[in-house]
């Protein structure tokens, strides 16, 4: 554009003009807005005079054009410019589009590893859930969590807290426990994935009652037990007769195991048939425990041991040895009992089953007390309620109170018994199992008796008597009247005492527990002499030592220590033999006795006895 000829300065003028009308203004509007005459726009336009640069500036300012418009060479440069800043536009469009390919192409390289990295991690999980290496298994399946996040995989994320719930169950951890089954039951939820929230809920139900919250652990038993497949509805159903097992409602807790078995028959896949029947009737041997019918809670645990066996199922081969132990204490066949409770614990520690090692401990202190072990009893007592307490399991905390009050009950100290008995009755009335209440308030009552407190001894006695009478726990019943007896004897009830006596033994005989028949027949004994009844004391004297010589010959039979004398309560029974059978005129035949006995102290008081004036 040539300005220095009038041809160039119109056409500057033309530009001016297009300008003001592309801004939507008249040429006298565009000299009113920059200050200026019409006449001199006028000019500026037709060509006759040159525009001023300030003007120009102004112009531009107020058109919105740029200052090179007015001076470019051309009519379509405004089209160039339009068309220059489009390309620019999809220039900036294309980089932004190859940015974010390359960056859709990173994120993309970077997803599949971390992909490839958490299926690695979903098989080691796998992996670690034998029962090798439960804390492995936990450490793997926080960092499947944390990968599942990043990877929106829901579903993997709730399968691994599920994996972590169940972990530290087997690890006695419930109150964590429950805090990851509760995550994983939600996140199952939201993804629709029903069975898998199903298998949450049992665990948690399983979780709730272990945490003494059974109406809670009935409410997510009854869930899945409403479940359209036979799988979850055998499985909430037997969940719901453990929660009646664990309230002593043990009728109805056997309606609903009879209830899943039913259901189990239905299965077209004899294996998982199997595997369903091996724990409903693992928890019926525990319910014919609690109401001491133990020969026929060993007949189902052996057959819970086969099956175990075959399925190659490691938590119930353990459960299963733990009954056939309980069982065959209970019936006097203590080296039975030894090896069944130490192979359990054997297994027990090599899988990591910390819950089941605190209770076979536990159970084994109560053993070795019985035989007179008492240093290696309140060891392995001790043990189990460290054990117990680390796990959280309160459980497991009640059962080596239990039997670490038996171990000191038993070795002469009845306050030490008393303080352990306490502890685990308050677990037992925080948890709502009423057989165990009723249990340790029988040996309370039997400590107070110990301390020289008969009427407390009475009273304990009398409410054991009640509560294992109402859920039919017919070892507790019997161990009761022993205590009522003895008690009854000391605060010169006669009738009382040799009424409870005698009904401890009838009981004791029907359900075949030797240790409480000699309890029994040793207070008739005492009750007889009490009476002058020298004769019936003889019977009754005989009786109880016959039974005391079965156990003491069961446990030598088996290679193991006889301490059974070293109780005071036997001792003192087959002193009341000797002195029974010296009232008689049978001097010989007591010292014979005696010696037979092998047991010095016995003798050494016997004849300190006759001695005395």
Request: proline letters at 2%; glycine letters at 8%; charged letters at 30%.
């Amino acid at each position: 554009m040539d300005l220095s000829t009038r041809e160039g300065r119109r056409a500057q003028g033309t530009r001016i003009q297009r300008a003001a009308e592309a801004a939507g203004l008249s040429l006298e509007e565009l000299a009113k807005e920059i200050g200026c005459s019409r006449a001199l726009i006028y000019q500026y336009v037709a060509g006759s005079t040159l525009a001023q640069p300030h003007r120009l500036q102004q112009i531009a300012a107020r058109t919105g054009k740029s200052l090179s418009y007015f001076y470019a060479q051309g009519d379509d440069f405004e089209e160039q410019v339009e068309k220059a800043q489009a390309e620019l536009v999809e220039e900036r469009k294309r980089i932004q589009q190859e940015i974010e390919r390359l960056q859709a192409e990173r994120a993309d390289l970077e997803r599949r590893r971390l992909r490839e990295a958490f299926e690695h991690l979903r098989e080691l999980a796998r992996a670690q859930e034998l029962p090798a290496d439960l804390k492995g298994l936990i450490s793997t399946c926080e960092r499947i969590i944390s990968l599942g996040r990043e990877l929106d995989d829901l579903r993997a994320v709730a399968d691994a807290h599920l994996r972590i719930g169940n972990a530290r169950i087997r690890l006695g951890e419930h109150d964590s426990a429950r805090a990851s089954l509760e995550r994983a039951i939600d996140l199952f939820h939201q993804g629709g994935n029903r069975e898998e929230e199903l298998s949450a809920r049992l665990s948690l139900a399983n979780v709730l009652l272990q945490l003494g919250r059974p109406e809670a652990a009935l409410e997510q038993s009854r869930m899945v037990a409403e479940a359209e497949d036979w799988w979850s509805r055998w499985k909430g159903t037997l969940c719901i007769g453990c929660v009646y097992e664990h309230l002593g409602e043990y009728r109805q807790a056997l309606e609903q195991f009879d209830a899943a078995l039913q259901i189990i028959d239905t299965s077209p896949d004899e294996q998982a048939a199997t595997f369903g029947r091996l724990y409903v009737h693992a928890n019926i041997a525990n319910v014919y425990i609690d109401c001491g019918d133990y020969e026929a809670a060993a007949a189902i645990a052996r057959e819970c041991q086969d099956d175990a066996e075959k399925l190659s199922h490691r938590e119930q081969h353990i459960e299963a040895q733990i009954n056939l132990g309980v069982c065959a204490f209970a019936l006097g066949r203590l080296g039975e009992a030894h090896q069944r409770l130490h192979r359990a614990l054997e297994i027990a520690r090599f899988v990591g089953d910390a819950g089941r090692t605190a209770v076979t401990r536990a159970w084994l202190c109560g053993l070795y007390a019985s035989i007179g072990q008492y240093d290696t009893a309140k060891e392995l007592g001790k043990d189990a309620l460290q054990l117990a307490l680390q796990t959280g399991s309160q459980r497991s905390v009640l059962y080596a109170h239990q039997h670490l009050g038996d171990a000191y009950l038993r070795s002469g100290r009845p306050r030490e018994a008393l303080y352990h008995y306490r502890q685990a009755t308050s677990i037992a009335r925080d948890q709502h199992v009423p057989y165990y209440e009723a249990l340790l308030t029988e040996r309370s009552g039997v400590a107070e008796l110990r301390l020289g407190q008969p009427e407390r001894a009475a009273t304990l006695c009398g409410t054991a008597l009640e509560l294992s009478d109402r859920i039919g726990a017919r070892e507790i019943e019997a161990a009761a009247h022993v205590g009522l007896s003895l008690a009854g004897l000391a605060l010169g009830r006669m009738e009382e005492a040799s009424r409870s006596a005698q009904r401890a033994i009838e009981i004791a005989v029907e359900i075949e527990v030797p240790e409480l028949q000699a309890r029994g027949h040793g207070a008739l004994a005492r009750i007889a002499l009490e009476r002058g009844e020298v004769g019936v004391a003889d019977e009754h004297s005989a009786a109880a030592v016959a039974r005391i010589d079965r156990l003491r010959a069961d446990v030598r039979s088996h290679g193991l220590e006889d301490g059974l004398l070293e109780e005071e309560e036997r001792e003192q029974v087959y002193l009341e033999r000797a002195r029974i059978l010296a009232l008689l005129g049978r001097e010989e035949e007591a010292r014979r006795f005696l010696e037979g006995a092998e047991w010095p102290p016995l003798e050494r008081r016997f004849t300190a006895e006759r001695a005395s004036p």
